[in-house]
């Protein structure tokens, strides 16, 4: 007998009764890729169809396989090549396929990457301008606070400037008074009738803040009161809008 297909030989044996002989693995005693018989240490040519084994020039003339139906060992073993290039062919596709998948499944990863950095530069700026932007407000409103600050400071000044020049005045009045009260009678009537027409001048008081800036000290109290109210609302909807549908 020959040797069996998959990498299994048994000795060709010359006579039908020989045939209890254990089998033994084939031995490659040629070239690479030649496999020999282990018996008869031929290199194996032909093919069994019948028993489906590989022979060597003297298994095929022995009796075990004289009648039999025989091929040559590259035209038997062509359907196994042939079978494993198509599965290669076959595995070639399909990691070709899976990288394909990989490199466009990358794609989208390294596209979601970039837009996340994109969105992350467009956070920056965005809350770079609102902190410019509430800087600026900030300092426009405390720039406007200390322009009033300077104009109260100016009118008061004027204020106690004009009372001072009207208290001055009637105290010289006062002065005068007790001095025209030392006077003889005749003198003094007609004292009186002088400085009666001359106290009938009613003083004005002058307004310590004008009108023009009490209108604008109430407007900016007006916009400073609601400050809190508008900057705690615009915080909530930033953070409601923020948190929406984020998954945390």
């Not at 307004?207 to 800036?213: F, K, P, T």
């Given at each position: 007998?020959?040797t069996?297909?998959?990498?299994?030989?048994?000795?060709?044996?010359e006579?039908?009764?020989?045939?209890?002989?254990a089998?033994?693995?084939?031995?490659?005693?040629g070239?690479?890729?030649e496999?020999?018989?282990?018996?008869?240490?031929?290199?194996?040519?032909?093919?069994?169809?019948?028993?489906?084994?590989?022979l060597?020039?003297?298994?095929?003339?022995?009796?075990?396989h004289?009648?039999?139906?025989m091929?040559?060992?590259d035209?038997a073993?062509?359907?196994?090549?042939?079978?494993?290039?198509?599965?290669l062919?076959?595995?070639?596709?399909k990691?070709d396929?899976?990288e394909n998948?990989k490199c466009?499944?990358?794609?989208?990863?390294?596209?979601?990457?970039a837009?996340?950095?994109?969105k992350?530069?467009?956070?920056e700026t965005?809350?770079?301008?609102?902190?410019?932007?509430?800087?600026?407000q900030?300092?426009?409103?405390?720039?406007?606070?200390?322009?009033?600050?300077?104009?109260i400071?100016?009118e008061?000044?004027?204020?106690?400037?004009k009372?001072?020049?009207e208290v001055?005045?009637v105290?010289?009045?006062?002065?005068?008074?007790?001095?025209?009260?030392q006077?003889?009678g005749?003198?003094?009537v007609?004292?009186?009738?002088v400085?009666q027409?001359?106290c009938?001048?009613?003083?004005?008081?002058p307004?310590?803040?004008?009108?023009?800036?009490a209108k604008?000290?109430?407007?900016?109290h007006?916009k400073?009161?609601?400050?809190?109210?508008m900057?705690?609302?615009?915080?909530?909807?930033?953070v409601?809008?923020l948190?929406?549908d984020?998954?945390n």
């Open positions: 007998m020959g069996r297909p998959l990498g299994r030989m048994l000795l060709c044996q006579e039908e009764e020989e045939n209890t002989e089998s033994v693995v084939p031995t490659p005693l070239p690479l890729r496999t020999y018989c282990q018996k008869h240490s031929e290199k194996i040519y032909f093919f069994c169809k019948t028993d489906a084994e590989f060597c020039v003297f298994c095929r003339a022995g009796p075990a004289r009648t039999h139906s091929g040559f060992l035209e073993i062509r359907p196994y090549r042939d079978h494993l290039r198509s599965q062919e076959v595995l070639r596709v990691r396929k899976i998948i466009r499944e990358d794609q989208k990863l390294q596209g979601l990457l837009l996340i950095e994109n992350k530069q467009q956070v965005a809350f770079e301008r609102l902190y410019q932007e509430l800087g600026d900030q300092r426009l409103l405390l720039a406007r606070m200390r322009g009033l600050e300077q104009q400071w100016k008061r000044d004027e204020y106690i400037t009372v001072s020049k001055a005045q105290e010289a009045q006062v002065e005068e008074l007790k001095q025209k009260c006077r003889p005749s003198e003094l007609q004292d009186v009738r400085y027409s001359r009938e001048k009613t003083f004005v008081n307004e310590a803040i004008s009108s023009d800036l604008k000290i109430l407007e900016l007006r400073i009161l609601i400050l809190p109210d900057m705690k609302t615009f915080s909530e909807n930033l409601q809008h948190e929406t984020s998954g």
